[in-house]
């Protein structure tokens, strides 16, 4: 810390003004490099203290401390918490390691206050958490950390962004999971973050990503040269960037290409929520808000992939992509068919026509009553499907 104002000693009771946290300084030092406890602190000097503090969250970078019992009015300007940015769920390979993967975020929560989670289910997860990350790079970070430092075998649905959803009623609210998005009649209109993002790559790649860009509905900014590297600058819809931008950029570039980028705004856009329906039943964890115009092939190519990834059951199985009650793309997993007719040699027809009757009835009753058992590995090749 850097003192501006007054001092700061030994057995000191401090606020910490952002988190409105109170504490009693322990120890007071400087790095000299090592750690050398003094006195105390004076204006201009830089230093550390340690008091009893349980979360690393109420230490928040840029914040203002000040004396609990003559606090100043006003906390110096500049610093603003850390908001989470991108959303996604975490979920156990196995339900039985839902205890260890509390544990594991609540370790991590303790060296990165940036990162927040709480705890969701999903019919077709199970238990897990929704996390807040800061961007794509501090959500893979979290993730494999979560399983090269603890051991845990995690599922990641497909990463989405604040929404912010007008309703017809004149209020507002933030969106995080698209499942708690509001009935269309309650809507007014919804807006999606929208980023700069900066582009730098070899020109012979220009081509390939500027298509790239275009199809995720962005709008060219610049374009200028150093060399013969290329320097691209879009703005472009943060929706499109999460879902697997990063990976087709760094494809189409053969690893040349990087990429950095800032939010800049709120814009209105015509965003539906697609559901996958499994067998006529929706599955949270696939829904995603998706603009209108992307929609069909979205839809399509996770309902084909899908149809790969799941085992056939002894019924047929339904796969279907929708937007409210209109279904927009639509396969079938055909089903396993015991050959019931094997022992029956010869004789009268009617005998094998009633015995494949009864089959068709009874899968009919599987149909209505069956349960669908999805790999997890479906899910994930799904999510990480190519749009």
Not at 136 to 164: G, M
Not at 252 to 279: E, T
Not at 346 to 370: H, I, V, W
């Amino acid at each position: 810390m850097r003192i501006l104002d007054g001092s700061l000693k030994t057995g000191m009771r401090i606020r910490m003004m952002g988190a409105d946290a109170h504490y009693e300084i322990d120890r007071v030092g400087v790095f000299r490099p090592k750690m050398v406890e003094v006195g105390g602190l004076g204006p201009g000097e830089i230093g550390y203290i340690t008091a009893q503090i349980k979360q690393v969250a109420d230490t928040r970078v840029g914040d203002t401390i000040t004396d609990d019992k003559r606090p100043t009015e006003h906390a110096l300007p500049g610093f603003k918490p850390a908001q989470p940015v991108v959303f996604c769920g975490l979920y156990p390979t196995d339900a039985a390691d839902f205890e260890a993967l509390r544990a594991a975020m609540g370790r991590l929560r303790l060296n990165d206050a940036s990162f927040s989670y709480e705890m969701e289910t999903s019919a077709a997860l199970g238990f897990g958490f929704r996390c807040g990350f800061l961007g794509l790079l501090h959500l893979e970070i979290i993730q494999e950390r979560l399983e090269r430092e603890f051991n845990l075998d995690l599922i990641a649905t497909a990463p989405s962004v604040i929404y912010k959803v007008a309703l017809t009623d004149g209020s507002e609210i933030e969106l995080h999971n698209p499942v708690d998005l509001p009935d269309v009649v309650r809507i007014d209109e919804i807006r999606e973050p929208w980023i700069k993002a900066t582009i730098l790559t070899p020109d012979d790649y220009l081509g390939a990503i500027l298509k790239l860009c275009q199809d995720r509905r962005g709008q060219q900014v610049d374009l200028s040269y150093v060399g013969k590297r290329a320097m691209v600058v879009y703005e472009l819809p943060l929706n499109e960037v999460v879902f697997d931008f990063y990976d087709r950029l760094k494809s189409v570039s053969k690893g040349y290409a990087s990429f950095d980028y800032q939010i800049i705004d709120y814009r209105a856009g015509d965003l539906v929520k697609m559901q996958i329906l499994v067998n006529g039943e929706p599955v949270d964890a696939l829904s995603m808000l998706v603009h209108r115009d992307r929609a069909e092939a979205r839809g399509r190519g996770m309902v084909e992939k899908l149809r790969e990834l799941i085992p056939p059951h002894m019924f047929q199985i339904p796969l279907q992509a929708a937007i409210g009650a209109k279904i927009i793309a639509r396969e079938t997993i055909r089903a396993l068919r015991k050959d019931v007719t094997a022992k029956c040699y010869g004789g009268d027809a009617t005998r094998k026509r009633k015995l494949l009757e009864k089959q068709k009835a009874g899968k009919k009753r599987m149909r209505q009553f069956g349960k669908v058992d999805i790999p997890q590995e479906a899910f994930i090749a799904a999510l990480k499907m190519d749009s």
